[in-house]
T-cell receptor
Framework: AQKVTQAQTEISVVEKEDVTLDCVYETRDTTYYLFWYKQPPSGELVFLIRRNSFDEQNEISGRYSWNFQKSTSSFNFTITASQVVDSAVYFCALKRYSTLTFGKGTMLLVSP | NAGVTQTPKFRILKIGQSMTLQCTQDMNHNYMYWYRQDPGMGLKLIYYSVGAGITDKGEVPNGYNVSRSTTEDFPLRLELAAPSQTSVYFC?????????????FGPGTRLTVL
């Protein structure tokens, strides 16, 4: 069975702090795909990044970076110099065939 | 492109009533999905469709029905609403089911059953 664990329910930081959101997954598949989505207070789901199981390169996009480690089944997300606009719920998801399994999400609160 | 649209945005139902949540996408995507999101929880898959005329159950299908007569539309039907179906419902679509194609989500429908 597929499972995604986001152990951090809520994280509070002050603006400009760096913050890492953890994601640990379980799967028996050798080919799989990982995603991060952002859900701001307005409620919509915004796609952030995808990664396939054969590509362990870390990725950086502006203040966002992702660390994928198959050895520990983790796909962690770091926000550098956080901003108030980063306040949202962040979901990690694991894809098998055509369906996504979501973690419970981590609520990030960035205060000024 | 409007992307994925959902109607209504909000709805209050009484126990035992029925309703249909509408979902339409204009991206010509073959795959469409219905999720529900309960407070403090991630999204759980209710039903999905890999193309017109083909649907399949997800993790939590009980109490729901779907149909897919066109590529664009994927309505979700609640026949006998129960308080346990109070949730936010998201529709999503993707170009293909496999690979790294991401799912595009609609704005959600907030449903309360009293």
């Amino acid at each position: 069975a597929q499972k995604v664990t986001q152990a951090q329910t809520e994280i509070s930081v002050v603006e400009k702090e760096d913050v890492t959101l953890d994601c640990v997954y379980e799967t028996r598949d050798t080919t799989y795909y990982l995603f991060w989505y952002k859900q701001p207070p307005s409620g919509e789901l915004v796609f952030l990044i995808r990664r396939n199981s054969f590509d362990e390169q870390n990725e950086i996009s502006g203040r966002y970076s992702w660390n994928f480690q198959k050895s520990t089944s983790s796909f962690n997300f770091t926000i550098t110099a956080s901003q108030v606009v980063d306040s949202a719920v962040y979901f990690c998801a694991l894809k098998r065939y055509s369906t996504l399994t979501f973690g419970k999400g981590t609520m990030l609160l960035v205060s000024p | 492109n409007a992307g994925v649209t959902q109607t209504p945005k909000f709805r209050i139902l009484k126990i035992g009533q029925s309703m249909t949540l509408q979902c339409t996408q204009d991206m010509n995507h073959n795959y469409m999905y219905w999720y529900r999101q309960d407070p403090g929880m991630g999204l759980k898959l209710i039903y999905y469709s890999v193309g017109a005329g083909i649907t399949d159950k997800g993790e939590v299908p009980n109490g729901y029905n779907v149909s897919r007569s066109t590529t664009e539309d994927f309505p979700l039907r609640l026949e006998l609403a129960a308080p346990s179906q109070t949730s936010v419902y998201f529709c999503a679509s993707s170009n293909t089911g496999t690979g790294t194609n991401e799912q595009f989500f609609g704005p959600g429908t907030r449903l309360t059953v009293l």
